[in-house]
């Protein structure tokens, strides 16, 4: 029979927590002890002098994890907790473990190799020792553990002399024969004792029947709240509801900007104020005024993102503060407003939801596009404005300063080094195993991406590349046809990454670290109308003439339309960092399995394949015109038999029948 027993010292109960506690810390530690992603920017990021003071005010403000000025709460868990561990570790480490293993050797402190004459000689001397009549007590000694110890003794003794007693030790582990089964339970004994029966059960009560169903309920409900972007559920029902078909970018930023505050704030009014009326005297000259909502929230968030586009100087640091909040919820906001938006198809609010981004990140206002000069260091919005027309490009603003002799040209060009543009190598549609594009067809959207520096490239290095495309000989063009298959038959939608990277972004206003990404759409433009979702990308290889495949290939599936007919479509590569880097491109159709160069989409019949590619053998005649079969093929665009035709044949095989007939009857005449 089981005897079960507590831990009297609650040791096994300390051993448990120990674990416990062990298993959760660790994981946390280590997410709180991760290095800064400003620290690893400088291993390939803009050296441009503004983008390295940011790095540093980045470092600055994240500080360390377990900084005494600003501890956050899983800090304080983990110091609580290692202290705790710490605390436990020392309680167990100084326990006296009680053995269960019973050993006559131990108790009579002999070695196992020990003769018999020895056992007696021994056990003559310890009893003498503890031997209740002889034995004179110390001053912390009780007869009862005099008593205890000689028995002890006494049946050690025997374990090893007496046959009986031996062989029960050797069998059943102890010198008394089998014993009870006792099994421990990891519980301290005062937790079972009852006058402290009460606060167990209300703490049980508390934990199980009170914090953990709230944990829980918290966390369903806050799910539920939550859109799979991760924004409330009413912030998403506004964004449906305020968003229009022809929203532009100050739209989209009316409507995103009071979304990344939940309540309002009263403090810091008077400098909301003086920044409100600054706003409004900057933008006042430009073709779109801000019109500031009546709500002070929503006039509060968009103060504040003006602020950050405008590069208006923020005094109260709570104010900072809750500006770098409201600018880092905004890349989130933005993409749940863009699966709002592409849902409905529309095309200008995602072009102007993309375009926000680039804005944001480089603190440049979208009402002008001169100034994306501004996103340069040292260059003042008055000064981008001033930048001449016959300058479109960065690359040509940075001659522009070389040529002028101007002192931040060095400054400038490090920046623009860190804002490669795209470069599209080749983009069109492909059909795989079919010739021409039918109705409803599987459609692959196929774009070869690198990225090239936006600084002016020699005469020379020009003329190296274009003798290197020339130079390209057939066995390389049968191999880059080869993996563009293999890609097109698997189910990535990004190739595999061969080559350098963009790295870390130029972007000294935005409060944090920034990695460039970009969109690709694909729109009609007649219609505004999108034909196919966006698609987010990122780490674009840098072109390397050494490689003979120095591009990486993205794809976008989606079936063709229902119609017959000529589709012309534009596919946009919008950058989420860089302001003014967009590229638009008319989208090429494939032909006979070839890429070719084509501005349009065309659709054409299932009529116009031959009977081998609709899926006909040859020996299989055609379905009659007035038959069932005949009638849905028909539907269908294949190819029947008229019914005129079936007359014809009907006829000649009735005459031919006839010849044969009278040629039979004449020479059975002859017969």
């Given amino acids: 029979m089981a005897s079960y027993h507590y831990d009297e010292a609650g040791t096994m109960a300390l051993y448990f927590l120990i674990t416990f506690l062990f298993l959760v810390l660790v994981p946390v530690t280590l997410s709180l002890s991760r290095p800064s992603r400003a620290s690893k920017m400088d291993l390939n990021a803009c050296q441009c002098q503004e983008c390295v003071d940011h790095r540093a005010q980045v470092r600055k403000d994240e500080g360390s994890a377990f900084s005494l000025k600003r501890l956050s709460r899983k800090a304080w868990f983990v110091i609580v907790g290692w202290s705790v561990f710490a605390f436990l570790s020392y309680k167990v480490s100084n326990a006296k473990l009680e053995s269960k293993v019973y050993d006559p050797f131990e108790i009579l402190e002999i070695s196992r190799s020990s003769t018999e004459k020895e056992i007696k000689s021994r056990y003559k001397k310890l009893s003498k020792l503890f031997h209740p009549d002889k034995v004179k007590l110390a001053v912390n000694q009780t007869m009862e553990q005099v008593e205890s110890k000689f028995v002890e003794l006494t049946k050690a003794y025997k374990a090893l002399t007496d046959e009986t007693i031996r062989k029960n030790w050797e069998l059943y582990g102890h010198p008394d024969g089998r014993q009870e089964v006792s099994m421990g339970i990891a519980l301290p004994a005062w937790i079972i004792e009852g006058k402290n029966t009460i606060w167990v059960l209300g ?63 009263a403090q810091d009014a008077e400098e909301i104020e003086k920044l409100e009326g600054t706003i409004r005297e900057k933008m006042a000259g430009s073709d779109s005024a801000v019109v500031l909502p009546k709500d002070e929230k929503n006039k509060r968030a968009l103060v504040l993102v003006y602020a950050h586009l405008l590069r208006l100087p923020i005094e109260s640091p709570s104010l900072q503060k809750e500006q770098t909040a409201l600018l880092l919820h905004t890349p989130a906001l933005l993409t749940a407003l863009l699966s709002i938006v592409s849902v409905r198809n529309w095309l200008a609010p995602t072009l102007a939801a993309m375009r926000l981004h680039a804005c944001l990140a480089q603190a440049v206002p979208p009402h002008n596009p001169r100034l994306k000069f501004a996103q340069l260091p040292g260059v003042s919005e008055e000064e981008a404005l001033g930048v001449p027309a016959s300058v479109e490009s960065l690359g040509e603003f940075v001659e522009m300063l070389e040529e002028r002799g101007d002192a931040k040209v060095g400054e400038v060009r490090r920046a623009v080094e860190r804002m490669p543009r795209v470069e599209v190598v080749d ?41 290197g495309e020339e130079e390209k000989g057939e066995v390389d063009r049968k191999e880059e046809d080869r993996l563009d298959m293999e890609f097109l038959n698997s189910r990535k939608d990004a190739e595999d990454l061969d080559g350098a990277t963009s790295g870390w972004a130029h972007a000294p206003y935005w409060p944090g670290v920034r990695k460039p990404g970009w969109w690709i759409v694909l729109a009609d ?70 890429l070719g160069i084509c501005a ?38 294949h190819a029947v038999k008229k019914a005129r035709e079936r007359g014809d044949s009907e006829d000649e095989e009735s005459e031919s029948g006839s010849e044969e007939e009278g040629d039979g009857g004449s020479s059975s005449d002859s017969d």
């Fill in 203 to 265: 703490t049980y009560g508390l934990v199980f029947g009170g914090a953990l169903p709230a944990v829980v309920g918290q966390w369903w409900f806050g799910n539920q709240r939550k859109t799979k972007d991760g924004v409330e559920a009413d912030v998403a029902a506004a964004f449906f509801k305020d968003v229009k078909e022809e929203a532009g970018v100050e739209d989209v930023l009316a409507v995103v900007a009071p979304a990344s505050i939940k309540t309002a704030v």
């Fill in 427 to 467: 983009v069109g549609f492909k059909v795989i195993g079919e010739r021409i594009v039918t109705p409803l067809a599987i459609i692959h959207l196929v774009l070869k991406l690198r990225l090239s520096s936006p600084l002016p490239s020699s005469s020379s290095s020009r003329k190296e590349e274009k003798e």
């Fill in 525 to 594: 433009d007649k219609t505004n109308r999108l034909v196919q979702p966006p698609m987010k990308i990122s780490d674009i290889p840098f072109s390397d003439p050494a490689k003979a495949r120095d591009y990486r290939m993205y794809r976008m599936q989606f079936q063709a339309p229902q119609g017959v007919g000529v589709y012309t479509w534009k596919v946009y590569v919008v950058s989420d960092t860089v302001v003014g880097q967009e590229i638009v491109r008319d989208v090429m159709v494939q032909e006979e399995l070839i």
């Fill in 600 to 637: 349009q989409l065309k659709v054409d019949d299932a009529s116009a394949l031959s009977a081998e590619e609709q899926g006909y053998e040859d020996e299989i005649s055609e379905p009659e015109e007035d038959s069932l079969a005949g009638q849905m093929a028909a539907m269908r665009g």
